[in-house]
């Protein structure tokens, strides 16, 4: 089972068993806007990922990395890389792989793009059956598919979206 999230205040999640063909699940949650209060934050993402792990029981947990932009504030910047800190010590305590991955191959994994916006990213993601409620979920669904991809490259072809035909999720 591999758990993928793609991190933020609003973080989309996608699991599923990476060798089986079948569509995995995707979701998202919200986090509590906590404005400078970056210690409350932190905590409802760790109880909430603690949760998700002890319920899917991943072998694999990846996130995708923090990339920001110069006009974002001191703590939203320690917020985005503290989730990213408190991934790899919740998979650490569960002893569970971690990778982290960045934007541009999780975007090329779905989009065949590096560049790909959060539109096309859908677009993409809705190609494989999916409907996602928010960008964030499509994204951790293209890093669960480069996962996927990248670690059983003999099933890669049947995501290839040319061959690809939805399945029930």
């Known amino acids: 089972m591999y758990l993928a ?3 933020a205040t609003c973080t989309g999640f996608c699991f599923g068993e990476p060798d089986t063909g079948e569509l995995p699940t995707i979701g998202h949650i919200r986090l509590p806007k906590t404005g400078e209060d970056v210690g409350s934050f932190l905590i ?7 949760e998700k792990v002890r319920q899917v029981e991943p072998s694999l947990l990846l996130f995708e990395a923090p990339i920001l ?6 703590h939203v910047t320690r917020k985005l890389h503290a989730l990213a800190g408190i991934t790899e010590m919740v ?3 569960a002893k569970v792989e971690c990778a982290e991955v960045f934007p541009v ?13 959060k539109d096309e990213m859908v677009r993409a993601a809705r190609a494989y059956g ?4 928010v960008p964030d979920e499509a994204d951790a669904f293209g890093l669960w598919l480069h996962a996927v991809r990248t670690r059983f490259p003999k099933d890669a072809g049947r995501w290839d979206p040319l061959n690809f035909t939805p399945r029930a999720a």
């Open 5 to 7: 999230l793609d991190l």
């Open 44 to 50: 409802a993402f760790e109880v909430w990922l603690t």
């Open 69 to 74: 932009a110069s006009s974002v504030t001191t």
């Open 91 to 93: 998979a650490n305590r």
């Open 105 to 117: 191959t999780v975007k090329k994994a779905l989009t065949g793009s590096g560049r790909a916006d």
């Open 130 to 133: 999916f409907n996602p409620a």
